[in-house]
């Protein structure tokens, strides 16, 4: 184990840098999160978080706190635009998993992370308002620093500092902006009664022609619920890619106009949200190293992807287990660092290129392309719906979620 003299500096206390604290604290490795930001504000709409991710929150003791935020999702389905039903997969617990799937406001997620560290870690381990401005280091240590604060030296660096990463950008000064897939989203979050199961994740619809993803993430004690609402359109430009930048409905509302179901009514959704916000679809090319010495990257700062099928914030819960558990078992932290790299890097940086090519919404794109894009009378005559399961869990097993690969990752938090 790294000496416990010297506390692991963690640069930004997002979604992976809090659980790294969490899963580093569970090992008695003691860390310190610096944070930019200089106050926590309930920022972003909603998260999937998918057993996998859940599999980690749960060692770290965190489920029966997550079940009074989130809303525990049963099925994955899918409708074509005109509202027909393709197919409905069970989830979470639903599907046999060990651990439930919760569709969770990112803020939600993000506050049951922080008070669990500040309650056990205590509040002195987390600094507000320390804006990493870059990293050196040399045999002794690393020295982080900071825009108007005191640098600080330790052994190790983890740079969890997200999608716009300071520290990625001092190791790859030439990286450029981040690579636009051409679709723009807009989404928004929306109380009203449920729809379909109470705690369904839907898919409707295809890019080309209006998409809608609509799932709850909150449930209210009068029966009423918070539903998050996304789209994704072409579009040949896009703001910088910043969470709090809002939206306006008349730029994204045409394809919806008629969208309204017996199941659910889309426009009236819409029209219903507390707030919009748009962000483009990006990521970055992936590199072929995080680990620089000292320093390793982690979570969206070593692989930013594309943020749809709630990959982004598990592979960073993910990684925070992997690095705490390398910390744990091996006496050199540099090499530690490095074995982390080595068991997660190819993994991830295949995800990132399988949500460019292969969305989650793959078999609405099916269906799609086999009708024309008209209403179909009956499902079994365009397509075997066995086919479509299958291609379902191609993707999943790609993403790390399939039911085998869940089962074969260890839990060692
Ligand atoms: C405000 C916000 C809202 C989001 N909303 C959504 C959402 O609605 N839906 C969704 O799917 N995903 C959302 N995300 C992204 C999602 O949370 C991440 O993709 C995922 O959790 C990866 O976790 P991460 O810890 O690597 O990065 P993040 O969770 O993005 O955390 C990075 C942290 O580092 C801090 N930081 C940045 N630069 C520095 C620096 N130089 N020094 C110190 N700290 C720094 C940031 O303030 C942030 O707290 C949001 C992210 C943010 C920051």
Redesign the pocket.
Known sequence: MISTTSDILI???????LTLALSLHKRGIPCQI????PEIKP?????NMMPHAIRVLTALGLQPILENYGVEAKEFTFFNRHGQFILSEPCGKYAGYEYPHFSIH?ADLHKVLFDAVTERLGPEVIHLG???AGVEQDDDGVTVRFDGAEPRTEAIAIA???????VRRQFYPDEGPPHFGGINMW?GVTRRKPFLSGASVTRIGTVARGKMTIYPIRQFDDGTQLINWSTEQPRDDHKPND??TPGRIEDFIEPFKDWSFDWLDVPDLIAGAEFILEYPMVDRDPVDKWTHGRVTL????AHPMY?RGGN??AQ?ILDAEVIARFLDEMDDPQAALQAYEDDRLAVTNNIVMTNRAQPPDVIIEKVEELTGGEPFERLEDVIDPAELVAISESYKNTAGYSLTAVKRLECSV
């Open positions: 640069i930004g206390g997002g979604i992976g840098g610096f944070e930019a930001a920022l972003g709409v909603g998260i990112r320390h804006r990493c969890v500092d997200g999608f716009h990463s300071a989404r969470w709090a982690l979570g969206d700062a943020p982004g914030g960073a």
